[in-house]
């Protein structure tokens, strides 16, 4: 590992991810471990798993597919608060979701991060990345099928209406250049993650806080803390019902609480198999590394500082041994964990029928209320205009044949 040498006193450190590259197994350390950190003269701001909500407030990112899912930016200036008044500390924060920014968005965080900001940049072989970036849309209620979906975002040009946020996100050359760009090639901190050296992660981090080794210790995980990757008949099932409950007008907090923390954390947590997970065929392999050698390359010409070996982009993954068509059906005791689990968290019990929470089901119904009474309001003036230009058209209509008629030899 090269010399990384620590950042100077009351840096702010501000991660950008890139998602699937260390960032959750990061954020669980940071946040388990947030009074040794402050011990150690590190300030990792706010009392939840990570900033997320602060970045998407910042962006005006919605998370989920409603606009009611963007956080307010409230989140942002409560964490910035933190970070001013804190004036003796190094700052550890940040949100994978902040590697889709543009350009300008991208300006726009250095600027509001202030002079003391660095920003790190964690990546890894696209081929690795895809498989976990796929089922990460399913797991976000998308009906898209694997194959379908890499010869979309893989493509040579790639068709970027399909998940148009992966591609923000998962150019992993064009996230580093959009970063030196705003903070200046010195201000950033490329780290490939290497599966031979998995220390490498928090070792770097640790570097550049100035922090002493073994500072960040990995957690122990359940399967949805860890968001553990999901077996083809899980994937399966879950791209069925994607299919059937997105034309149907479902709300992204229903689908969070009953699908996501319902069915998908009841089985994450719970359900111990030996299936196959997804992977890549072979021509998706090849292209993947293809893909990674060119980033390899372009982040070389950036200038930034450069953590772990840029060839491990190009890496080749193992492809699927087999092009065997996906289950036509799965396993009774798959769909009797996951109904059990909807049904749980649909009961405000979580995954696992424990005790009701009252608070945030009244939450819910206030909120849900509110919803329903702005869409109300919103489709009946839509509907009044829709009425008022029907009526209008059809009387001009029976108008212009009652004069026609009486056009002589008509």
Not at 228 to 252: D, Y
């Amino acid at each position: 590992m090269p010399d990384v040498a620590p950042l100077p006193p009351r840096a702010r450190l501000f991660h950008v991810g890139i998602p699937k590259s260390g960032t959750t197994s990061l954020q669980m350390a940071a946040s388990a471990g947030r009074e040794t950190l402050r011990s150690h003269g590190v300030l990792y701001p706010g009392t939840k798993l990570n900033q997320r909500d602060a970045v998407l407030g910042f962006m005006e990112r919605r998370w989920g597919w409603t606009s009611e899912g963007i956080p307010p930016r409230s989140h942002w200036d409560e964490v910035m608060a933190e970070i001013e008044a804190d004036t003796e500390r190094r700052v550890l924060f940040g949100h994978e979701f902040a590697s889709e920014s543009n350009a300008e968005t991208a300006k726009r965080f250095v600027e509001a991060i202030g002079e003391r900001q660095h920003i790190v940049v964690t990546l890894r072989s696209p081929g690795a990345i895809l498989p976990s970036a796929w089922q990460q849309y399913v797991k976000a209620g998308v009906p898209i099928a694997l194959d379908e979906w890499l010869e979309a975002v893989i493509a040579d040009p790639p068709d970027r209406s399909v998940t148009k946020g992966f591609h923000d996100r998962n150019d992993q050359a064009g996230v580093v250049e959009r970063w030196a760009g705003a903070a200046g090639p010195d201000r950033v901190t490329v780290v490939v993650l290497d599966k031979k050296r998995p220390e490498l992660l928090f070792d770097t981090f640790e570097k550049l806080l100035d922090l002493p080794s073994g500072t960040l210790a990995a957690q122990e995980l359940g399967g949805f803390a860890s968001n553990r990757s999901l077996t083809v008949p899980e994937t399966e099932l879950f791209l069925a019902l994607n299919a059937i409950i997105r034309p149907h007008g479902v709300v992204w907090d229903d689908f969070q609480r009953m699908v996501r923390n319902g069915a998908m954390r009841r089985l994450m947590d719970h359900r111990v198999s030996d299936e196959e997970r997804p992977q890549l065929p072979p021509w998706a392999v090849k292209r993947a590394a293809e893909i990674g050698a060119g980033y390899a390359e372009a982040i070389a010409a950036t200038g930034v500082q450069v953590v772990g070996d840029l060839s491990q982009l190009a890496e080749e993954v193992p492809a699927r041994p087999h092009d065997d068509p996906p289950p036509s059906q799965i396993p009774v005791e798959l769909a009797a964990e996951a109904m059990a689990g909807m049904m749980s968290a649909a009961t405000w019990r979580g995954a696992t029928f424990g005790t009701r929470d009252e608070k945030s089901a009244e939450r819910a119904l206030a909120m849900r209320k509110a919803y329903v009474k702005r869409r109300a309001r919103r489709y009946t003036m839509r509907e009044v205009v829709w009425f008022i230009g029907a009526f209008i058209g059809s009387r001009l209509k029976s108008v212009g044949s009652a004069l026609l008629k009486r056009v002589p030899g008509r």
